[in-house]
T-cell receptor, first 115, second 108 residues
């Protein structure tokens, strides 16, 4: 079975540009999570969705960040305008909580560098 | 107070050693517990779930102590390939709280 698929794997762009990260969860999973990881702050939950509906976006750092899930097989995380402090690894994860206490499965991540 | 607390280490151990990590959590309503492994510049990968009665997977043993609100991971006969960061995860309802990770270095 295919795991969580993220794209792009790497993104280098200049400050002020719009950045869009993409995620395809595992088929049948009803929860999708976006995380950001840096050396200083560790793994931070940004937002999560249940059945395509955003449930908790309290971790989204500011209005420059937005996330959507138009259908069960696709989600985007957008940063506009980007800033150097947004440089991090962004992970998407999904899980099937309908089957009880299931763990999350992570994508390979997107390494984002804002110059 | 953080939801999940872990000793960041690093734990430096020789090959063949037994090493144990603990992780404490603050939410007594937590329902599910996991250990993940993360290699440098890679995504976290599920190592094992932690069940109330404790569970074992080869050289790895996980324990849960609900009364004291901690989970533990024991690694026996450490291998060089066990070098990584180990993250404990606690889940009350539909959120997952990650510890900051414990770094393990297994030396030849």
């Amino acid at each position: 079975d295919a795991g969580v698929i993220q794209s792009p794997r790497h993104e280098v762009t200049e400050m002020g540009q719009e950045v869009t990260l993409r995620c395809k969860p595992i088929s049948g999973h009803d929860y999708l999570f976006w995380y950001r990881q840096t050396m200083m702050r560790g793994l931070e939950l940004l937002i999560y969705f249940n059945n395509n509906v955003p449930i908790d976006d309290s971790g989204m750092p500011e209005d420059r960040f937005s996330a959507k899930m138009p259908n069960a097989s696709f989600s985007t995380l957008k940063i506009q305008p980007s800033e150097p402090r947004d440089s991090a690894v962004y992970f998407c994860a999904s899980t099937d909580r309908g089957r009880g206490n299931q763990p999350q499965h992570f994508g390979d991540g997107t390494r984002l560098s804002i110059l | 107070r953080k939801e999940v607390e872990q000793d960041p280490g690093p734990f430096n151990v020789p090959e063949g050693a037994t090493v144990a990590f603990n992780c404490t959590y603050s939410n007594s309503a937590s329902q599910s517990f996991f250990w993940y492994r993360q290699d440098c510049r890679k995504e976290p990968k599920l190592l094992m779930s932690v069940y109330s009665s404790g569970n074992e997977d080869g050289r790895f043993t996980a324990q849960l102590n609900r009364a004291s609100q901690y989970i533990s991971l024991l690694i026996r006969d450490s291998k060089l390939s066990d070098s990584a960061t180990y993250l404990c995860v606690v889940s009350p309802l539909n959120k997952f709280y990650f510890g900051s990770g414990t770094k393990l270095n297994v030396k030849p």
